[in-house]
């Protein structure tokens, strides 16, 4: 079953198919980037370009639509995880994690910036009102949008992070260096997955582990000191 996700009456059209695909309308000249694993179909009037950018610089092609007069169609999908839509004219000056982006259009390009471990990319609006400017990323669980008040702190896990407002002020712990405390204000999207749970749950098994054999140690140590004066 198709549910349109029509962001704005004029721009790209598209549908989520499932819930792992993305079906993209292209009219005559328009194109999206996108990188060539992920372009699972396409119209016969499509172009696949290879581009170098820094967006999806893994493979990266642009699909475009060579025809004058009929419109083309593109299916998208990382094959594992949800689809999720972000408009840039709300994410705008956004750090997005760059392996959860599966495809762009108009997006102003910038620099990479790796914080918590992890390479994010910077969104950037062109500002131009008439064109609709998207990115389509792939969530491998449930996304907490969390919008944080002025000095206003979440700890959550390196990996989980999606996307921050690049303002918001972060302290990497340094006892657990799988999380980071973010500090606001601003807003930002986490997901929760199983892999995110069983780092949690391994972390915990970890530390339980080593209290065990402290706990171990001080019981033989006890009988040892104890055997020696029984001596």
């Known amino acids: 079953m198709e549910y349109p996700q029509n962001l704005l009456t004029q721009g790209i059209k598209f549908s989520i198919i499932g819930d792992n695909v993305v079906q993209v309308v292209l009219l005559p000249g328009e194109q999206i980037n996108s990188q060539n694993n992920y372009v699972q179909y ?46 840039a004219a709300i994410f705008n000056n956004y750090l997005i994690k760059e392996s959860s982006i599966i495809a762009t259009n108009d997006i102003a390009e910038v620099g990479q910036f ?72 601003g807003r930002i999207l986490f997901e929760i997955n199983n892999q995110t749970m069983e780092n949690n749950l391994g972390s915990a098994g970890r530390k339980h582990l080593a209290k065990f054999f402290m706990a171990m140690s001080f019981v033989f140590f006890a009988l040892f000191v104890e055997l020696i004066f029984d001596m």
């Open 114 to 185: 790796f914080h918590f471990q992890t390479t994010y990319q910077k969104i950037v609006f062109t500002k131009d009102l008439m064109k609709q400017q998207l990115i389509f990323i792939k969530t491998n669980g449930t996304v907490i949008d969390k919008d944080l008040g002025d000095g206003e702190s979440i700890v959550v896990p390196n990996n989980s992070i999606l996307g921050i407002q690049d303002f918001i002020r972060y302290e990497i712990n340094l006892k657990d260096t799988t999380k980071v405390k973010l500090i606001g204000p």
């Open 42 to 87: 396409y119209s016969d009037n499509i172009s696949i370009q290879t581009k170098k950018s820094y967006f999806l610089t893994e493979n990266q092609v642009t699909v475009l639509n060579t025809s004058k007069d009929n419109i083309a169609y593109v299916g998208i999908s990382a094959a594992s995880g949800k689809v999720m839509i972000l408009d």
